[in-house]
């Protein structure tokens, strides 16, 4: 494993730099900061936690609260999370927050203030003011993802435009009987990303003259397994939809088994489109919005560390992170469009912003 030395030879700078661009302790600029933390990437160098806790005065581990660590975003947040806090020498401790009001509370009001933690990520966890305050009154920065908190410097993606930018896609294609599968939220999270997506795709219908039949409508829990069920549904109704926008590729994916379940083919019969860029979406060819987890939990951990550095500016509260429209195989005209167009090719994409 590559030294302190070895960091300094390839970022131009002495060791002293070093250790104090990467321990967060004394004035170097952001410049220099850039350089030395691009050398100890490229090398693997990872700080000594024990001898940086003892200079500083801190633990250098932080706490990550998140509702779910089976979910598929919420690990890759995490994973992106990690990445960047290990660059810097940090380590994590990770709550699983259940929905008991007890549990949470024992969290807020005992874990995070006994355990010795410098700052606190939470991932698509609203807190409560009480609980900023106490933190923050600690001297623990908070960082969000996942939505706005008051106070709070948060990174979160518009699930409005999100929702807005899945169903422009079909309605482009020709499709007006357009299903949605959602849900309500869930308490964990209280961002209101499940309506915020269904009132994206009801403006899209709405500014494109179409209706949203609430018929066209299905609740399912942003699993393949749900997705599966309410598309299941969907498919059974004697004026089946032509496509259907799923909040979620996970529903997405399980929306494409149920059509293949029903004999019918994809894109042929039925366009799908999800929101998430999921790790299997390229496997089913699904097209997607692509909200970029990995690097929202890497912004994120930077962010926390800019707020434990003496120097290091805030970007600002409540940060929009991009998205992007990438469009597969899923979708295509609907087969009674006249003279169908070639479906999109794999890979093809476009957005409301590049990819970060």
């Known amino acids: 494993m590559a030294g302190i030395s070895e960091v300094a030879r390839l970022a131009g700078v002495s060791t002293a730099t070093v250790s104090r661009a990467l321990s967060g302790n004394g004035s170097v600029s952001a410049l220099t900061r850039d350089k030395v933390e691009r050398a100890a990437a490229e090398l693997d160098y990872v700080v000594s936690s024990t001898a940086s806790g003892l200079a500083s005065g801190r633990t250098r581990n932080i706490g990550v609260v998140m509702p779910f660590v089976n979910r598929w975003y919420f690990g890759e947040v995490l994973e992106g999370a990690q990445a960047a806090l290990r660059r810097r020498g940090y ?12 549990i949470r509370s024992s969290l807020f009001d005992d874990f995070l203030l006994r355990k010795r933690v410098d700052a606190v990520l939470a991932i698509c966890v609203k807190l409560a003011p ?21 106070g709070v410097p948060t990174l979160s993606i518009d699930d409005v ?7 422009e896609h079909l309605l482009g294609l020709g499709h007006t009987r357009i299903a949605l599968i959602s849900d309500t939220d869930e308490p ?15 403006l899209a219908m ?6 949203a039949d609430p018929a066209l409508f ?15 549904d969907l498919l059974a109704a004697p004026s089946r939809p032509t496509a259907i926008f799923a909040a979620s590729d996970e529903m997405a994916i399980g929306a494409m088994l149920a059509a293949r379940d029903a004999g019918l083919s994809v894109p042929r019969d039925l366009s799908v489109v999800g929101v998430d860029d999921h790790e299997l979406a390229g496997f089913f060819g699904l097209s997607t919005v692509a909200q970029f987890p990995r ?7 930077e962010r926390i560390l800019d707020g434990l550095t003496p120097g290091r500016t805030d970007g600002g509260l409540d940060v929009r992170v991009p998205v ?4 597969r195989t899923s979708t295509a005209p609907p087969a009674d469009a006249g003279v169908r167009a070639a479906p999109h090719g794999s890979g093809s994409s476009s957005g409301s912003a590049a990819t970060p």
Do not use: C
Not at 130 to 150: R, S, Y
């Open 91 to 102: 380590d994590l401790t990770l709550y699983s927050l259940s929905s008991s009001p007890d």
């Open 130 to 150: 009480h609980e900023i305050g106490t933190l923050l009154g600690l001297g623990k920065p908070v960082v969000g993802v996942g939505g706005p908190m008051d």
């Open 161 to 167: 435009e999100v929702a807005r930018l899945a169903t």
């Open 188 to 202: 964990e999270t209280n961002f209101h990303i499940a309506s915020d997506r269904f009132r994206g795709y009801q």
């Open 206 to 211: 709405a500014d494109a003259g179409a209706r």
């Open 218 to 232: 299905r609740r399912a829990d942003f699993t393949v397994a749900g997705g599966h069920a309410a598309a299941r």
């Open 295 to 301: 690097r929202q939990g890497e912004r994120a951990a």
């Open 324 to 327: 992007q429209l990438v469009t």
